[in-house]
């Protein structure tokens, strides 16, 4: 069965170009016009992945977001938005958001973040089929670095005796980073864990994520566990 998508966009030539690119790359499309009828659909038929533009009148994709999020749905999200600030990435962040598109953008661009998103919740092939998938390693219980604590397992993490919040994409950059601890990961390896797809150097993606993760791991008087290495990477250390 192809994967479903469930697509809210208020512009009606963007809704219907996307949809139609989406229906002809394999998926199946759910497209409707704002935020109330994005939520009543996802109640309705729960889509494998939902694309939501920030920017629509009523009930916007950022509030859309919230509401999935606080009735524990975990739907990977991505957001189209053409706010382009770090403030306007991190409030979709925010909001629950596992990724985001900025307008205008290369539909191309946008089928490479939807696989990688999928990728994330079982394997799919080109296209978004769905693609066997390989067995699984047992679970580690527990992987620590650098005076952090990571349950691969239950998914959970902390900074000594404080419990982590963290979204999916935080957490999985989080174990890339404590499972290399004090190697120096470069941005195209990270882009190729975490996303499967390397944006390239023009993407700020990756350095939006490293300073959220900085927010919710630094603490006062404690040393800065996320470093950056100028034009190469980040590694995680306590120096």
């Known amino acids: 069965m192809p994967h479903t998508?469930?697509?809210?966009e208020d512009d009606?030539?963007?809704?219907?170009?996307?949809?139609?690119?989406?229906?002809?790359?394999?998926?199946q499309v759910m497209a409707v016009a704002?935020?109330?009828?994005?939520?009543?659909?996802?109640?309705?038929?729960?889509?494998d992945v939902?694309?939501?533009d920030v920017m629509m009148p009523g009930i916007d994709g950022l509030q859309v977001c919230r509401v999935l999020r606080a009735e524990g749905d975990r739907t990977p999200v991505l957001m189209l938005t053409a706010l382009v600030e770090t403030a306007d990435r991190i409030a979709g962040l925010d909001a629950g958001a596992d990724d985001?598109?900025?307008?205008?953008?290369?539909?191309?661009?946008?089928?490479?973040?939807?696989?990688?998103?999928?990728?994330?919740?079982?394997?799919?092939?080109?296209?978004?089929?769905?693609?066997?998938?390989?067995?699984k390693p047992l679970p580690e219980r527990f992987i620590e670095a650098a005076?952090?604590?990571?349950?691969?397992?239950?998914?959970?993490?902390?900074?000594?005796?404080?419990?982590?919040?963290?979204?999916?994409?935080e957490f999985e950059l989080l174990e890339l980073l404590v499972r290399n601890a004090g190697i120096v990961l470069d941005h195209s390896t990270i882009y190729d864990r975490i996303w499967?797809?390397?944006f390239g150097p023009g993407s700020k993606n990756l350095a939006v994520y490293v300073g959220y993760l900085r927010r919710k791991l630094d603490e006062?008087?404690?040393?800065q566990l996320i470093h950056t290495v100028r034009g190469v990477g980040y590694v995680l250390r306590e120096d």
């Open 34 to 47: 704002d935020g109330v009828e994005a939520l009543a659909q996802a109640h309705r038929n729960r889509p």
């Open 220 to 223: 006062p008087d404690a040393p």
């Open 100 to 135: 985001y598109v900025v307008k205008p953008f290369d539909v191309e661009e946008v089928f490479a973040r939807l696989r990688a998103l999928l990728r994330r919740t079982g394997s799919v092939n080109a296209g978004g089929a769905p693609a066997a998938e390989a067995p």
């Open 5 to 8: 998508v469930l697509l809210a």
């Open 147 to 169: 005076a952090i604590r990571v349950d691969p397992q239950a998914r959970r993490a902390w900074r000594g005796a404080r419990e982590l919040e963290l979204t999916r994409t």
């Open 12 to 27: 009606r030539a963007i809704r219907n170009a996307l949809e139609r690119a989406l229906t002809l790359e394999g998926y």
């Open 196 to 198: 499967g797809y390397d």
């Open 50 to 52: 939902l694309v939501l």
